[in-house]
């Protein structure tokens, strides 16, 4: 089963712009974790958000945790054409800590 | 360090084919994990080894058998292959179970069931 939800499904925008996608969750959670990944490569950590914090950033990332609301949001700033990937959110589960990954989101950032 | 390495890159099979595939890590991780990734959809964790010496069932796991053959190394075994089993497999690993930390995946393996 999905747990996590991403939306939009694709985002294109001009280089230079902010780029947000969100991630939405059914269960307690213990993390949230945000990936990247290139056409045809393997996943990147990005950023993990513990359940207790609500806010993390990361050189141009920024990830927001909204646990009464099950959601999450990256937004990524000043964007470039490199950002040009899927974006994926997975959910750890209090019950069992398997993650649980959403169908991602596809970023083309236009040069 | 290579980090995950996973062999092989591509693989045709025809059905009720067996075969293997291979995952080594070098950073030491204790934490294993096989995922398959279809059109569309994120990750499904089809087994994992939380330490050596230790595999679970994730969300997929018929099909498939695993063996951690040492904490450097996690295999996928698929018996009998069918076309619902085509597929990108990513392997990866973490520091330790549960996963409070993040992963690392490999490079993944793109499977073709005929």
């Known amino acids: 089963s999905q747990q996590g939800e991403e939306d939009p499904q694709a985002l294109s925008i001009q280089e230079g712009e902010n780029a947000t996608m969100n991630c939405s969750y059914k269960?307690?959670?213990?993390?949230l974790q945000w990936y990247r990944q290139n056409s045809g490569r393997g996943l990147v950590h990005l950023i993990l958000?513990?359940?207790n914090e609500r806010e993390k950033h990361s050189g141009r990332l920024r990830v927001t945790l909204d646990t009464s609301k099950k959601s999450s949001s990256l937004l990524i700033t000043a964007s470039r054409a490199a950002d040009t990937a899927s974006y994926f959110c997975?959910?750890?589960?209090?019950?069992?800590?398997?993650?649980?990954w959403g169908a991602g989101t596809k970023l083309i950032i236009k040069p | 360090n290579a980090g995950v390495t996973q062999t092989p890159k591509f693989q045709v099979l025809k059905t009720g084919q067996s075969m293997t595939l291979q995952c080594a890590q070098d950073?030491?991780?204790?934490?294993m994990y096989w995922y398959r990734q279809d059109p569309g959809m994120g990750l499904r964790l089809i087994y994992y080894?939380?330490?050596?010496?230790?595999?679970d069932k994730g969300e997929v796991p018929n099909g498939y058998n695993v063996s951690r053959l040492n904490k450097r190394e996690f295999s996928l075994r698929l018996e009998s292959a069918a076309p619902s089993q085509t597929s990108v497999y990513f392997c990866?690993?973490?520091?330790?179970?549960?996963?409070?930390?993040?992963?690392?995946f490999g490079p993944g393996t793109r499977l073709t069931v005929t």
């Open positions: 990866a690993s973490s520091v330790s179970w549960p996963p409070t930390y993040e992963q690392y």
């Open positions: 950073m030491n991780h204790n934490s």
């Open positions: 080894s939380a330490s050596e010496g230790t595999t």
């Open positions: 269960t307690s959670i213990n993390n």
């Open positions: 958000i513990r359940s």
């Open positions: 997975a959910t750890v589960p209090d019950s069992n800590y398997q993650l649980i």
